[in-house]
Nanobody
Framework: QVQLVESGGGLVQAGGSLRLSCAASGSFNGINLMAWYRRAPGKQRDLVARFPTRGTPTYADSVKGRFTISRDNAKNTVYLQMNSLKPEDTAVYYC?????????WGPGTQVTVSS
């Protein structure tokens, strides 16, 4: 019903910034929630930030004050602005969406932070 594609990943030095985008496509009327998860090498996939349609954004403690999630509902797109990046932010970042009773994942985009 909905397909998610992330973009904006890459290689950046510690202290730098990146902006991730996730565009949703398919047949749907509205998205109830969009979120970002990440999985570092050898680690489980953890929540980074989420933005419910009828709520306010929330963040993992590890990224508070550095990352900002935002949505452009007209474009069915969610963004993740990442500032003051640290090597421990290195991971594959995944877009996640809840559309009605359906849940969808993007394929992920690699973010690598060097020191």
């Amino acid at each position: 019903q909905v397909q998610l594609v992330e973009s904006g990943g890459g290689l950046v030095q510690a202290g730098g910034s990146l902006r991730l985008s996730c565009a949703a496509s398919g047949s749907f009327n509205g998205i109830n929630l969009m979120a970002w998860y990440r999985r570092a090498p050898g680690k489980q996939r953890d929540l980074v930030a989420r933005f419910p349609t009828r709520g306010t954004p929330t963040y993992a403690d590890s990224v508070k004050g550095r990352f900002t999630i935002s949505r452009d509902n007209a474009k069915n797109t969610v963004y993740l602005q990442m500032n003051s990046l640290k090597p421990e932010d290195t991971a594959v970042y995944y877009c996640y969406a809840i559309v009605g009773f359906f849940r969808s994942w993007g394929p992920g985009t690699q973010v690598t932070v060097s020191s």
